[in-house]
């Protein structure tokens, strides 16, 4: 079965799945260069379709996330050709659909809820899968039943029960985007002390107990504002929030740490009551909110849950896949896909090469890759930044060894190199480090596998490899396996021969503000805007003097 997904909307994107294998998935923002653009995700269902090797008449089902199909959907899917519309401009690609393909849509959480169940390790087990984010189709938290191919809804919580809101109102007033920033606000919040601001911001939080919201928070509209394609979002709690830090002469990292332990608390009481009424512990989380490797790290502690798994691309970004999914789970027997975040374009070296002599611009190509891993490793150990582009574009927001900027984690100034040279970004944001699987004992102290950066662990050790250490004395890892990237994997082995480090710093390869890089021409665009000395795309390596 051929299943097209689609998201229009924040974030918006694609993704094919058939006969239950994820083939491909793209955001549209890494196409048209524009973070979180919600404009129709025309070059994500062309790439998807393509590496798919299918036209839209092969397809079975195209699938969209939320109940309503988006207004443009009929606009650029089309029966035939002669009914173009007039109003689209002929230049806009149209797909040709017939009346053959199912068209169906699903609920935003169902999606959200898909992604989750049919990637998580969990098999045969019944799951309780918690779905939380801003809000979508109305509903801003969601707890389903995974079993056997099924989903059951249990409880929908309503817009005026949004934790992932209140974040951002917090986010928002701290200076940074609403839907964008609360990464920041999550780090900040390392560096403050609640008590004196708890009971003061806990006015602009919902509040629930057992199981139910039993104080909702009014937000009122939404103000809405679309800048270069990317929605802004906006709620008069921000200002109100903005006021009380004035006023009241709140420390900025003292108001994040408040608005971080209140949406642990919430999400903490509502996830305990579910698994006492459901008996099941075998929790799954997905959503928007569950970005937040903090919070999470609070719910795999509790111990009423047995083992917990964190959709690894859990926002918004991923509802094209999870439209796919609820396809495949509604219309076909496969209820289980291997999830790899590697699912998107890739650039050989004959195209790299290409564009390197058309900008004149020298570069050394080797024929081994082991003498690649080899120089590399060795330029990383004398503290060179290094861009690393190598294979299929990483789905999601996570750089994971193919589109990523490199450097030793050993150096404490790489960590304010990079900030200050690279990413141009606050001082006080951690880095995270990519770990040799079999060297997860030494550095971190809890168990659980994090393959994608979406867990927070105390590390050991930690003066070793100082430049990835967060204030709290925190770590974000993502542990590489060689059967996930084996070049990425070999790349950290010959490091670790030069340094017995088995560690890089590992962030996203982009310039401050726009998406991660998905063309070569992107990544030399960035290589010269930045302070990057080396950037590696295949087997391609060119150097700064
Ligand atoms: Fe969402």
Known sequence: MNILGIHFGHDSNAAIVIDGKIIAAVQEERFNRVKHSADIP???????LKEAQLKVSDLDVIAISGQNIHKDFYRIFINKKEEIESDIPVYINKFISNNKIKIQSFDHHMCHA???YCCSYFDNDKVLIIVSDGAGDDCSISIWKGYNGKLTLLKKYPKTGSMGWFFSNVTEALGWVHGDGEG???GLASYGDFSNSLDKLKIFSPYYIDGQLVKERNYGDVGFLKLKGAYHWHFKDANLIYKLLIQEKIKREDLACAAQKILEDEHIKIIKYWIKVTGINRVVLSGGVFLNIVLNRKICDLEEIDKCYIFPNPGDSSLGLGASLC????????YKVDYTPYLGPSFSSKDIEFIL??????????????CLCKKVAEELSKDKCVGWFQGRMEYGPRALGNRSILMSPLNSQNRDYINKFVKFREKF??????????????????????FYMILCFNGKNIDKIPSVVHVDGTLRPQLVRKKDNPLYYRLIKEFKKITGIG????????IMGEPIVLSPTDAIKCFYSTGLDILVMENILIEKN
Do not use: H
């Open 42 to 48: 025309l070059n994500s269902i062309d790439y998807c």
């Open 114 to 116: 898909a992604c989750g």
């Open 184 to 186: 920041k606000t999550m």
């Open 327 to 334: 396809a495949m789970l509604v219309f076909s027997n496969n």
């Open 357 to 370: 002599q058309r900008n004149k611009i020298k570069y050394k190509k080797f024929s081994s890759l082991d």
């Open 429 to 450: 944001r951690p880095f995270c480090p990519s770990i040799l699987y079999e060297e997860k004992d030494k550095w971190l102290k809890e168990k659980e596998d994090d």
């Open 503 to 510: 560690v890089l710093l590992n962030t996203s390869l982009n």
